[in-house]
């Protein structure tokens, strides 16, 4: 399913803050990772741990397209994580859970599909490693980690893609500047490792960024 612009819109409507209103009615209209996202994981019933969740967008947008099981919504910005609680009240939606905490020290435990969504530039090289197989280690039998983000090359497209990066943090959208930026091969040795099957693919859509999504099965 893929959600009409008024259904876009009811979620914008759910945030308090008029830059998150904007933000949300641009970012789920334009960034093809949602619906990416329900391509892999919509369909079935295990639940879904959202490392880096925000306020929470890929959750409404999972409960949009009719996804149904329990999502969990883990990020370090407690501001964020206090606007996506908010946002939960006002939908009235159940089975959404959010809470704070640095993934450098450890995930919640759970077991089910897991989702990383444009975080893992803000990671040092071995903290990625680490936090790669700390999500895989969370992959139920069956169950998927599904990650989208920025692959460092040459290309114009990555160059953009730290542009964007740096300008989130001056705008104070995001609370740090990248570190640095994870290749494909990190994801096949770290992700194979831990028994995962690992496919990779452009996601770029209408954008000008350099993103891939990395799909890792159990």
């Known amino acids: 399913m893929t959600p009409t612009l008024?259904?876009?819109?009811?979620?914008?409507?759910?945030?308090?803050?008029?830059?998150?209103?904007?933000?949300?009615?641009?970012?789920?209209?334009?960034?093809?990772?949602?619906?990416?996202?329900?391509?892999?994981?919509?369909?079935?019933?295990?639940?879904?741990?959202?490392?880096?969740?925000?306020?929470?967008?890929?959750?409404?947008?999972?409960?949009?397209?009719?996804?149904?099981?329990?999502?969990?919504?883990?990020?370090?910005?407690?501001?964020?994580?206090?606007?996506?609680?908010?946002?939960?009240?006002?939908?009235?939606?159940?089975?959404?859970?959010?809470?704070?905490?640095?993934?450098?020290?450890?995930?919640?435990?759970?077991?089910?599909?897991?989702?990383?969504?444009?975080?893992?530039?803000f990671f040092t090289m071995e903290e990625q490693n680490t936090l790669l197989a700390a999500a895989a280690a969370r992959v139920a039998p069956g169950g998927k980690l599904v990650i989208r983000t920025c692959l460092r090359d040459a290309s114009r497209r990555y160059k953009i893609t730290v542009l964007g990066d740096y300008l989130a943090k001056m705008t104070f959208w995001m609370k740090a500047a990248p570190t640095a930026y994870p290749e494909a091969d990190q994801f096949r040795q770290v992700l194979s490792d831990s028994g995962l099957k690992v496919e990779i693919s452009p996601l770029w859509g209408g954008t000008p960024f350099n993103n891939h999504l990395i799909v890792a099965q159990r």
Request: glycine content about 10%; proline content about 3%.
């Open 6 to 121: 008024a259904q876009l819109e009811n979620i914008a409507a759910l945030c308090e803050r008029r830059w998150d209103f904007f933000y949300t009615r641009s970012k789920l209209a334009s960034d093809p990772v949602y619906q990416a996202v329900v391509k892999e994981i919509g369909q079935t019933d295990l639940p879904v741990l959202d490392i880096g969740c925000g306020i929470g967008l890929l959750a409404h947008y999972l409960r949009t397209c009719g996804h149904t099981a329990p999502i969990t919504g883990f990020d370090y910005d407690k501001r964020k994580i206090a606007s996506a609680m908010d946002m939960v009240v006002k939908s009235g939606n159940q089975g959404l859970a959010f809470s704070a905490g640095d993934a450098r020290t450890g995930l919640p435990d759970f077991s089910g599909h897991v989702v990383i969504l444009d975080i893992l530039q």
